[in-house]
């Protein structure tokens, strides 16, 4: 892949792409720049045709340990607030249509534990350890922390999470084989189903229902809904056009 100095890129299976976060000496602290990178590598996979899933990852110790705490401690609010201190995190959550997982081993603390909820799937090792520890440096979770954990946890166990700052293990899982299955079906369902389920979040169930069915409907000027229904009725296996 493209050579970044805070990230590793490779497509590892066909149609998968892999982000490895490099920063080993920080334990991958979310420092500005490693942002920048993965940043880049997002949109790059986004806009590869070829791409079907994309897969973020760390080290066996540390998926991130948050964002860096160093080049946090001299911020002020002035600089903070003006230069939007953080947005920039949201580009995953915000613009990436392709479908995401987050594969996490070891810490995922902080912004780091923001990072995966922000994809879409997270997937897990036996030694995954999530937490929002911000309140222990005297602030509060800063990427969408205290909005997707509520909505993963619900209300009761994100308050306790997020005021007691104390760490949580995730399920044993690191079923890698998501990805791939993702990846081999057709790119236009699978951005449409990742649209449609998102939009759950945002909209009331009645509009949400009909947002869906306009998509369904849509669906039917691909070329991927015949391939689809015509190989179920051939019993064959489709050989999607990703059109
Ligand atoms: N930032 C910067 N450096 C870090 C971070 C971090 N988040 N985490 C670890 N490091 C560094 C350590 O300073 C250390 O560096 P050095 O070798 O130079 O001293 C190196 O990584 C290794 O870390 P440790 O020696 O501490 O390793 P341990 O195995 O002893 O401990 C822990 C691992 C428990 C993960 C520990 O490193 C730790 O508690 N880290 C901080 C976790 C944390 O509090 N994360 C939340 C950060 S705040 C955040 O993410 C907010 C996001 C949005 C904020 C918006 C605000 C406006």
């Given at each position: 892949?493209?050579?970044?100095?805070?990230?590793?890129?490779?497509?590892?299976?066909?149609?998968?792409?892999?982000?490895?976060?490099?920063?080993?000496?920080?334990?991958?602290?979310?420092?500005?720049?490693?942002?920048?990178?993965?940043?880049?590598?997002?949109?790059?996979?986004?806009?590869?045709?070829?791409?079907?899933?994309?897969?973020?990852?760390?080290?066996?110790?540390a998926f991130a340990a948050g964002a860096d705490i160093k080049e946090m401690a001299p911020l002020t609010f002035s600089s903070a607030y003006t230069n939007n201190f953080i947005a920039p995190w949201s580009h995953l959550a915000n613009n990436i249509r392709t479908p995401t997982i987050a594969a996490v081993s070891g810490y995922a603390l902080g912004g780091?534990?923001?990072?995966?909820?922000?994809?879409?799937?997270?997937?897990?090792?036996?030694?995954?350890?999530?937490?929002?520890?911000?309140?222990?440096?005297?602030?509060?979770?800063?990427?969408?922390?205290?909005?997707?954990?509520?909505?993963?946890?619900?209300?009761?166990?994100?308050?306790?999470?997020?005021?007691?700052?104390?760490?949580?293990?995730?399920?044993?899982?690191?079923?890698?084989?998501?990805?791939?299955?993702?990846?081999?079906?057709?790119?236009?369902?699978?951005?449409?189903?990742?649209?449609?389920?998102?939009?759950?979040?945002?909209?009331?169930?009645?509009?949400?229902?009909?947002?869906?069915?306009?998509?369904?409907?849509?669906?039917?000027?691909?070329?991927?809904?015949?391939?689809?229904?015509?190989?179920?009725?051939?019993?064959?296996?489709?050989?999607?056009?990703?059109?």
């Open positions: 892949g493209a050579s970044y100095e805070h990230i590793l890129t490779s497509s590892a299976k066909p149609g998968v792409g892999l982000i490895t976060l490099n920063r080993p000496k920080a334990l991958n602290a979310l420092c500005s720049p490693l942002f920048t990178e993965l940043n880049d590598a997002l949109s790059k996979y986004d806009a590869d045709k070829d791409i079907g899933a994309i897969v973020i990852t760390g080290s066996e110790k780091g534990c923001e990072l995966a909820l922000m994809c879409d799937i997270i997937y897990c090792s036996s030694t995954a350890t999530f937490g929002q520890p911000e309140i222990k440096l005297g602030v509060i979770p800063g990427a969408g922390g205290s909005q997707r954990l509520t909505n993963a946890v619900g209300k009761s166990k994100a308050m306790e999470l997020i005021l007691t700052g104390k760490n949580f293990s995730g399920k044993e899982a690191g079923e890698w084989g998501v990805a791939a299955e993702i990846a081999g079906y057709s790119r236009v369902a699978t951005v449409a189903a990742k649209e449609v389920v998102n939009k759950s979040q945002e909209l009331s169930l009645r509009e949400g229902v009909e947002y869906e069915r306009r998509l369904f409907h849509g669906l039917f000027g691909s070329q991927d809904q015949k391939i689809g229904m015509t190989a179920f009725a051939e019993k064959k296996k489709p050989e999607w056009s990703h059109e």
